[in-house]
C-alpha cells in the first residue's frame, strides 16, 4: 500500500528516464518464444529518441537485430537498493524496432554516451568487424566479455508500479530529464539506514501516522521533491511519501531538506547551546 503526502512527484517520463540512467536492463524479440531475454548493461535515450543498448556478441537477440525491421522490448526493473521484503519499485516497457549500429558510428555515440554516462561497459564494446575475428580490437578479450551496440527505435513506453500503470510517449520522454540524484541515490540510502537510523526513527514517529509506527521504517526512494519510507509490518509492507518544503537539487538541499521534515530547530535560526 502506497500513501502519499506530496503535491509534486516526479513524473512518469522523469521515472522512466532515471530507470536508464540505475535500473537493471533485458532485451527481447517481442513475440518470440525461441529467444531468451539477454542482459543489457547499457540502456541510454538518445537525443533523438532511440535508445542505444548493449548486449553480448554472439547472443540471439544481437543476431536478430541484423534483420529489417525486427520488433524488440525492453523491460527496466527499478530496485530499492536496500535489502527489502520486496524490492521492486517500479518496471518499464520500452517496445519499438530493433537495428545494429552502423560501424562508423559507434566510436561518437559511445562517446556520447560515455559524456553522460560513463558506464565501464561502454569500453568492451567491439565494432562488427572486431567480432567476426579481426586482432585489432583492443577491447575485444575474449567474446564473453564483449558487447554489440544497438539502437532501439521506441514506438511506445509504459511505466508500471504499485499504483497503476501510464504510458508515456516519446516527446514526453525527450522532454523529461533523470532526477539529479538517481545516480547517487543508492549511496545516500544506504548511509541514512546504516550510518543514521535515529533519523529515520524520527521521520516515522513524526510524519506516519499511528497506525504505521508498529513496523520497522526504511528509506525506500528520494528524488528532488521529496522521499519515500518503508514500513515492513507484520500485515504487510506501507509507503509513505514525504515531500520536501521545496524541489532539491543538490546533496546540501536535500541534507537541509530531511532536517526540515524532521522539524530541526537550527533551520529557524536558533543556535545550539555552548557547552
Known amino acids: 500500500m502506497a500513501t502519499t503526502t506530496a503535491v509534486k512527484v516526479p513524473t512518469s517520463a522523469e521515472r522512466i528516464r532515471s530507470a536508464c540512467v540505475r535500473g537493471q536492463a533485458l532485451l527481447a524479440i517481442a513475440d518470440s518464444s525461441d529467444t531468451a531475454p539477454v542482459s543489457a548493461p547499457v540502456c541510454h535515450l538518445l537525443p533523438d529518441g532511440s535508445v542505444a543498448v548493449a548486449v553480448p556478441v554472439g547472443d540471439p537477440v544481437a543476431e536478430a537485430a541484423a534483420a529489417p525491421g525486427v520488433s524488440a522490448m525492453?523491460?527496466?526493473?527499478?530496485?530499492?537498493?536496500?535489502?527489502?521484503?520486496?524490492?521492486?519499485?517500479?518496471?518499464?516497457?520500452?517496445?519499438?524496432?530493433?537495428?545494429?549500429?552502423?560501424e562508423p558510428e559507434i566510436a561518437a555515440l559511445l562517446d556520447r554516451i560515455a559524456a553522460v554516462n560513463p558506464n565501464p561497459a561502454l569500453l568492451q564494446v567491439v565494432s562488427p568487424r572486431s567480432t567476426a575475428g579481426a586482432s585489432d580490437?583492443?577491447?575485444?578479450?575474449?567474446?564473453?566479455?564483449?558487447?554489440?551496440?544497438?539502437?532501439?527505435?521506441?514506438?511506445?513506453?509504459?511505466?508500471?508500479?504499485?499504483?497503476?500503470?501510464?504510458?508515456?510517449?516519446?516527446?514526453?520522454?525527450?522532454?523529461?530529464r533523470p532526477d539529479p540524484f538517481c545516480a547517487i541515490e543508492a549511496h545516500w540510502l544506504h548511509h541514512l539506514d546504516s550510518a543514521h537510523p535515529e533519523l529515520v526513527a524520527r521521520l516515522a514517529t513524526t510524519k506516519l501516522p499511528p497506525q504505521l509506527r508498529r513496523g520497522r521504517p526504511r528509506p525506500l526512494a528520494v528524488d528532488r521533491y521529496g522521499m519515500w519510507l518503508r514500513v515492513e509490518?507484520?500485515?504487510?509492507?506501507?509507503?509513505?511519501?514525504?515531500?520536501?518544503?521545496?524541489?532539491?537539487?543538490?546533496?546540501?538541499?536535500?541534507?537541509?531538506?530531511?532536517?526540515?521534515?524532521?522539524?530541526?530547530?537550527?533551520?529557524?535560526?536558533?543556535?545550539?547551546?555552548?557547552?
Open 74 to 102: 525492453l523491460e527496466l526493473t527499478d530496485h530499492a537498493p536496500l535489502r527489502l521484503r520486496e524490492r521492486v519499485r517500479a518496471l518499464v516497457w520500452i517496445r519499438g524496432r530493433l537495428q545494429t549500429v552502423p
Open 137 to 176: 580490437a583492443p577491447n575485444l578479450g575474449d567474446a564473453d566479455g564483449s558487447y554489440a551496440l544497438l539502437r532501439l527505435i521506441p514506438d511506445s513506453a509504459v511505466l508500471a508500479d504499485a499504483t497503476g500503470a501510464e504510458a508515456v510517449d516519446v516527446e514526453q520522454l525527450l522532454a523529461a
Open 233 to 275: 509490518a507484520p500485515d504487510g509492507d506501507h509507503d509513505v511519501r514525504l515531500s520536501f518544503p521545496r524541489p532539491v537539487e543538490d546533496v546540501s538541499s536535500l541534507n537541509r531538506a530531511v532536517r526540515a521534515l524532521m522539524g530541526c530547530p537550527f533551520l529557524n535560526g536558533l543556535q545550539p547551546r555552548p557547552r
